[in-house]
C-alpha cells in the first residue's frame, strides 16, 4: 500500500516535470519560430540582384546590312525587335535568333524615306526623325497573354502616334518632340552646328470651339563653353539638358513658349566630356556619365545662402566604369539606371541607394542597350551584331543599410536627411525608408513615457507597499491592475480624442500643475509634520495619507488652470502656442509627446506599480523592524532598506514597462500624428517602430520592399525588446548578488 | 541621549499594571515588574504568553501593529514611554533591539553597522570608522570580520549574523538592548558564543532578554520573569526562581511538567 503510494507521488512528479518541460520548450520553439518567420521575409531584403543570362544570339542573316537604331525586348525575353534606317520594325525570336516579322512603320510622314535617329520617350513610344526633318511617333509594344497550355505566347503590336507628328525641315543631328497635354508640343533640335534650336507649337481653342495653332521657334543663345557632345529634354518639356566636351553640364527652362533662359553651367565631370546623360525616372535627377567613366547624380537644389534660384548639385555618386561611359538608361520602373561604358561592361545601379545592382561583361563593346517596359529584361547589340538577352531579378534596389539607416539626399531635398516616406501617388515616386526617425520615435516615445511613469509607479509603489493602511491596500491594489486590463485602444482613443484636445486648450495649465502640485505637497509634509508620531490624529490617518492629499491635488489642479489663463494672457500675449511659434520657432502639434507620456504611461503605470509594490511588500518585516528598531523613521525605513533591498524587482518592473513601452502599439498610433519627424521636441508628435507597422502594413504590396522593411522593423523590435529583456535580466541579478534575496 | 543624573538603586525601567489588548483579546494582563541598570532580565514562558508583546512595549514596536491597545504605564527612568511627547525615535535609540531571527540589511558589514548612525544624521568617516571598531569588537566579532568589512553581511553564518545584529544594536550607544529569543535560530557553539556576549555586556548595557530556553536563562540571567497566559506569575533572582520558585506553575514549568 505505501510502497504504491510512494511510486504513484513519483509518477506523478514525472509526469508533471515532463510537461513543463514540453511546455517551456514549446514556448521557446514558438518564440524562435515567429523570429525565423520574420527574419524569412525580411531577409530576401539583402539578397543580390541577379541577371540570367537568357540568349546569345547573332544578328539574323537578312539584317547584317542595316543600320540599326534601334533595338527593344518583351517582359518575358521571348522577342526582341530592331528599328532600321528605313523604318522597318524587324522581330526576333529570342531562342532561335530568327527573323519572325518585319513590318513597316505605319503611316510614314510624305516623301520621308529614311529614318535619321530614333528616341525612345516612354514604355515603348519611339519618337523617329525622318530624313526630311519630320518627326513622328511610333508605339512597338508587346503583350503576353497565357495559353491554356500554361505557356506564354508573346505577340507584338506596332501602332503609329498622330499626337506626336510635328512637321520640320532641315537636317537635324537629333530631335526630341514632347507634346504637352492639351497644350500642343515642343520640338528641340540639335543642328549640325551645334546649335539647338527650340520650337513651340501651341495649339489654342476658342470659345467657339475653334482651333488656333501657333508656332514659335527660338534659338538657343546663350555661349556654349565648348561643343555639346550630349542632350536631354525631359518628359514634360520644360527642362533641356546638355552635357559639353569640357565637362559643363547646362540646363534650359523652356516650359514658356518662345522663352529659353539659361539655369545651370556646371562643372560635373572635371574637365573630362560628358558622354552620357539621361533622366532618371520622375525627371529630376539627371545622370551624367563621363569620358573617364565618373558616373554621378544631379538635381537641382536651393542653394544655401541664395535665396530661391535652385542650383544643380551632386547628390549621388554611382560607382564608376573603368572606361569612357557611352550610354545611360533609365529604367522604367524606379530610380535603377543601367549604363555601359566603351568596353560593353554593363553597370546597374540605382541612384537613392548609391547601390551598384549589377555588373554584366560582354566581349565586345555595346551598341545599343534596351529594357522591357517593366525593366525585367535586359537585352544588349554589341558592335559585332551580337544580341544578349538577360531576365534581371532586382527585387529591392532601393534598399541598402545606407538608406536603412543612414542619410541619404533624396530628390528635392536640400541635404541628406533621415526619411521615412514610403509611399506616394505618383509611379514614379522615390521611396524614402529611414528607419532611423521610426526608432528614434520609439525612443522618444518610451522615454517620455517612462519620465511620466517611472516616478509615479515606484513612489506609488512604495507608498503602497510601506504606509497603506492593509485594508486600503487590498482594494487599491487590485483596483491599479484592473487599469493594465484596459484595452489599449481604448486608452489611445481617450488619449488622442480627448486628452490632446484639452491639453491643447490648457498648456500652460498642464505644465504649471507639475509645479504647483509638488510645492503643495511640500507645503502640506511641512505641516504634516507638527501631527506627533502616535498622536490620536496620526493613529487615524496612519495608512489614509493620500486621501488627505486627494483635495490638495484637485486643488492644485485648480490652481494651475487658474493661473494658466493669467499667465498666458501677462506673459505671453494672450497666446501660447503662436509665442512659442513666433518667439522660439517651435510647432505645436496637438497630438504631441506629452500626450504620448501621459497615455503610454498610463498603459505602463500599472506593469510598474504592480510588480515593484510585489517586489518592495517581499521585503521581509524583520529588517523593516531591524531598521525601525535602530531609531529610524518609516521613511528612512521605506528608503535606505526596503528599496535597496527590493531593487532587483523595482529594476525587473521599471523594465518590463520598458519593454511594453517600446512595443506598445495602438496607443502610440492614436495619441500621436504619426509624423516620422526627428524632432526631441516635447510638442512634436512621432511614429514609432510598431505604430508604424500597424499603418503601413495594409498598403503594402506583399513581398514588395515596403513590406520586407516593415518585416524588418518588426525584426529590429524583437531584437530591441530581446536586448533590453536581457540587459535587465543581466543587471537584476547582479542587483540580486548585490543587494539582496527579494 | 545620556541621562544626567540617576540613582543606581532605582530601576531603568519600570512597568507599572500594564494590560495590552490586540484588539479584544487581551494579551498582557496587570504586569508589575522593574528593571534594574547592567543587569541581566531573562524572560520565560511557554509560547503566546506574552513575553515577546512585553519586550516590544519597551521601545514601541507595538506601535507598528494595528488596534494594539495600551492601558497602565512604563517608565524609562523618569519618562513615560506610552506618553504622547514621548519621541519614538530617540527613544528606540536609547532602547536598542536584536530580534530572533537574524536580520542583517542586504549591506556590506559597514553599512550595516553604521546604519543607524548614519539614519542620525552621521557622516564623519572617523568617527563611523571607530563605531565599527568598537560596536565589532564589543558583539566579539571584530577579529573574525575585520578583513571583509566591506563584503555582504549576507554572506555570513547564522551566529555571525546575530552577532552582526547586536554589533549594530549597540553601535548607537543604547541604555537598554532588548533580545527576542536571540539564539534560537543558531546552533550550541554559536549560542555560547552569543552567551558569553551577553554575560560580557551586562558590564555597560541592561539586557532584557526573551528566551524560550531555560538553561540559557539560568546562565546568563540575573533576574527571570515567568510568563503564563498574558500573566507574569512570577519574577525573582534567577537562583532562586529555578531552585526555589515559590508559585507551583513556575516550578511546574521549569521541571518540564508542561510548556
Known amino acids: 500500500m505505501k510502497k504504491n503510494y510512494t511510486q504513484a507521488s513519483r509518477r506523478r512528479d514525472r509526469l508533471a516535470e515532463l510537461l513543463i518541460r514540453i511546455c517551456g520548450l514549446f514556448v521557446i520553439v514558438a518564440v524562435v519560430w515567429i523570429l525565423v518567420m520574420i527574419t524569412r521575409v525580411a531577409l530576401p531584403l539583402f539578397y543580390s540582384p541577379k541577371a540570367t543570362s537568357i540568349a546569345s544570339i547573332s544578328l ?163 555661349p556654349l563653353p565648348a561643343a555639346i557632345t550630349a542632350v536631354v529634354l525631359d518628359h514634360a518639356g520644360h527642362y533641356l539638358y546638355a552635357g559639353t566636351r569640357n565637362g559643363q553640364l547646362m540646363r534650359w527652362d523652356i516650359s514658356e513658349p518662345g ?16 558622354t552620357a546623360l539621361n533622366l532618371v525616372l520622375g525627371d529630376i535627377s539627371v545622370a551624367v556619365g563621363d569620358g573617364k567613366g565618373g558616373y554621378t547624380a544631379w538635381f537641382p537644389v536651393t542653394a544655401a545662402g541664395s535665396g530661391e534660384g535652385k542650383q544643380l548639385v551632386r547628390t549621388h555618386v554611382l560607382r564608376p566604369h573603368t572606361g569612357t561611359v557611352s550610354a545611360i538608361l533609365p529604367s522604367p520602373r524606379d530610380k535603377s539606371l543601367v549604363s555601359v561604358n566603351d568596353q560593353g561592361v554593363i553597370h546597374i545601379d540605382h541612384v537613392t541607394s548609391e547601390r551598384n545592382l549589377l555588373t554584366l561583361k560582354g566581349a565586345k563593346p555595346v551598341a545599343m542597350l534596351a529594357l522591357s517596359a517593366q525593366g525585367n529584361s535586359l537585352c544588349s547589340l554589341d558592335t559585332a551584331g551580337n544580341f544578349a538577352v538577360w531576365r534581371l531579378e532586382i527585387p529591392h534596389p532601393e534598399v541598402s543599410l545606407g538608406t536603412l539607416f543612414g542619410k541619404v539626399w533624396y530628390e528635392g531635398y536640400d541635404r541628406p536627411e533621415y ?55 487590498s482594494r487599491i491594489k487590485p483596483a491599479v491592475e484592473i487599469m493594465a486590463a484596459i484595452p489599449s485602444v481604448v ?76 499667465v498666458e494672457v501677462q506673459v505671453f500675449g494672450g497666446d501660447f502656442k503662436q509665442w512659442l511659434y513666433s518667439v522660439l520657432g517651435i510647432r505645436y502639434d496637438q497630438r504631441n509627446s506629452m500626450i504620448i507620456a501621459v497615455a503610454l504611461g498610463f498603459a505602463v503605470i500599472p506593469l510598474i506599480f504592480t510588480i515593484a509594490e510585489d517586489a518592495l511588500s517581499n521585503v521581509p518585516r524583520n529588517l523593516t523592524a531591524a531598521s525601525l528598531a535602530l531609531g529610524a523613521s518609516r521613511w528612512q525605513t521605506a528608503w535606505r532598506v526596503v528599496l535597496p533591498s527590493a531593487l532587483p524587482g523595482v529594476f525587473s518592473a521599471v523594465m518590463i514597462g520598458f519593454g511594453r513601452a517600446v512595443g506598445e502599439t495602438m496607443i502610440v498610433l492614436m495619441a500621436t500624428g504619426n509624423t516620422p519627424i526627428m524632432s526631441g521636441s516635447i510638442f512634436n508628435g512621432l511614429r514609432s517602430l510598431s505604430a508604424n507597422i500597424a499603418v503601413e502594413i495594409p498598403e503594402a504590396s506583399l513581398n514588395g520592399s515596403l513590406y520586407r522593411v516593415l518585416f524588418l522593423s518588426a525584426v529590429l523590435l524583437f531584437i530591441f525588446t530581446f536586448i533590453i529583456n536581457t540587459v535587465a535580466e543581466a543587471l537584476r541579478q547582479r542587483f540580486r548578488r548585490k543587494y539582496g534575496r527579494y | 541621549m545620556t541621562v544626567p543624573t540617576h540613582n543606581p538603586a532605582s530601576p531603568i525601567l519600570t512597568v507599572k499594571d500594564l494590560d495590552l489588548f490586540y484588539g479584544a483579546k487581551q494579551a498582557l494582563k496587570k ?27 519597551f521601545n514601541r514596536m507595538n506601535d507598528l501593529i494595528d488596534n494594539v491597545r495600551v492601558e497602565g504605564s512604563i517608565s524609562f527612568e523618569d519618562q513615560e514611554i506610552y506618553a504622547a511627547s514621548t519621541d519614538v525615535i530617540t527613544l528606540r535609540r536609547r532602547i536598542g533591539m536584536v530580534f530572533q531571527q537574524s536580520n542583517p540589511f542586504p549591506k556590506s558589514i559597514y553599512e550595516n553597522i553604521v546604519y543607524g548612525l548614519r539614519i542620525a544624521g552621521v557622516n564623519d568617516k572617523s568617527l563611523l570608522d571607530e563605531t565599527v571598531e568598537r560596536s565589532l569588537r564589543s558583539a566579539a566579532i571584530w577579529d573574525e570580520v575585520k578583513d571583509r568589512l566591506h563584503d555582504s553581511a549576507l554572506g555570513l553564518s547564522g551566529g555571525q549574523a546575530q552577532r552582526i545584529c547586536i554589533a549594530r544594536a549597540i553601535a548607537v550607544n543604547p541604555e537598554i538592548i532588548l533580545m527576542d529569543e536571540p539564539c534560537s535560530a543558531l546552533d550550541p557553539i554559536s549560542t555560547l558564543k552569543i552567551e558569553e556576549l551577553i554575560d560580557e555586556l551586562k558590564r555597560k548595557y541592561t539586557i532584557i532578554i526573551v528566551t524560550h530556553n531555560m538553561q540559557q536563562a539560568a546562565r546568563v540571567s540575573d533576574v527571570t520573569g515567568f510568563f503564563y497566559l498574558g500573566e507574569l506569575i512570577e519574577a525573582g533572582p534567577t537562583r532562586k526562581i529555578f531552585t526555589n520558585p515559590e508559585k507551583t506553575q513556575t516550578e511546574d514549568y521549569i521541571t518540564g511538567r508542561f510548556g
Open chain 1, 491 to 566: 486608452v489611445g482613443f481617450l488619449a488622442g480624442l480627448w486628452l490632446a484636445p484639452l491639453i491643447d486648450k490648457v498648456v500652460l495649465a498642464f505644465f504649471l500643475s507639475f509645479i504647483i502640485i509638488p510645492v503643495m505637497l511640500l507645503v502640506t509634509i511641512f505641516f504634516w509634520r507638527l501631527i506627533k508620531t502616535a498622536s490620536p490624529l496620526e493613529r487615524r490617518l496612519r495608512g489614509k495619507e493620500f486621501i488627505v492629499l486627494i483635495p490638495i491635488v484637485l486643488v492644485g489642479t485648480w490652481l494651475a488652470y487658474l493661473l494658466g489663463g493669467i
Open chain 2, 31 to 57: 504586569i508589575n515588574i522593574s528593571m534594574q541598570r547592567n543587569q541581566v532580565t531573562a524572560f520565560i514562558g511557554p509560547s503566546g504568553c506574552g513575553k515577546s508583546t512585553l519586550l516590544r512595549c
Open chain 1, 259 to 274: 522663352e529659353i533662359r539659361l539655369l545651370d553651367s556646371t562643372a560635373v565631370t572635371g574637365n573630362s566630356p560628358v
Open chain 1, 419 to 473: 526619411v521615412w516616406q514610403s509611399s506616394a501617388a505618383n509611379d514614379d515616386f522615390e521611396p524614402k525608408m529611414s528607419l532611423v526617425p521610426l526608432i528614434f520615435g520609439t525612443l522618444k516615445a518610451t522615454a517620455f513615457a517612462m519620465l511620466f511613469a517611472v516616478p509615479l509607479a515606484l513612489l506609488g509603489a512604495l507608498y503602497t507597499s510601506q504606509f497603506m493602511a492593509p485594508r486600503l491596500k
Open chain 1, 60 to 222: 539574323p542573316v537578312e539584317l547584317k546590312q542595316s543600320r540599326l537604331l534601334s533595338i527593344g525586348i518583351d517582359e518575358t525575353q521571348q522577342e526582341l525587335f530592331s528599328l532600321d534606317g528605313k523604318g522597318l520594325v524587324h522581330f526576333i525570336d529570342t531562342r532561335g535568333g530568327t527573323l519572325k516579322e518585319s513590318v513597316p512603320v505605319p503611316d510614314p510622314p510624305p516623301g520621308a524615306r529614311t529614318v535619321v535617329s530614333a528616341e525612345l520617350v516612354s514604355k515603348s513610344l519611339y519618337n523617329l526623325l525622318w530624313d526630311t526633318g519630320v518627326v513622328s511617333s511610333v508605339k512597338i509594344a508587346f503583350s503576353s497573354t497565357r495559353s491554356e497550355s500554361g505557356n506564354t505566347i508573346v505577340s507584338h503590336e506596332v501602332s503609329a502616334d498622330p499626337e506626336g507628328f510635328f512637321p520640320g525641315s532641315g537636317a537635324f543631328k537629333r530631335s526630341f518632340v514632347r507634346t504637352i497635354e492639351g497644350k500642343g508640343a515642343v520640338r528641340v533640335d540639335q543642328l549640325e552646328s551645334d546649335r539647338i534650336r527650340v520650337t513651340w507649337r501651341s495649339k489654342e481653342t476658342d470659345l467657339f470651339g475653334n482651333e488656333k495653332a501657333t508656332t514659335s521657334s527660338s534659338e538657343i543663345q546663350d
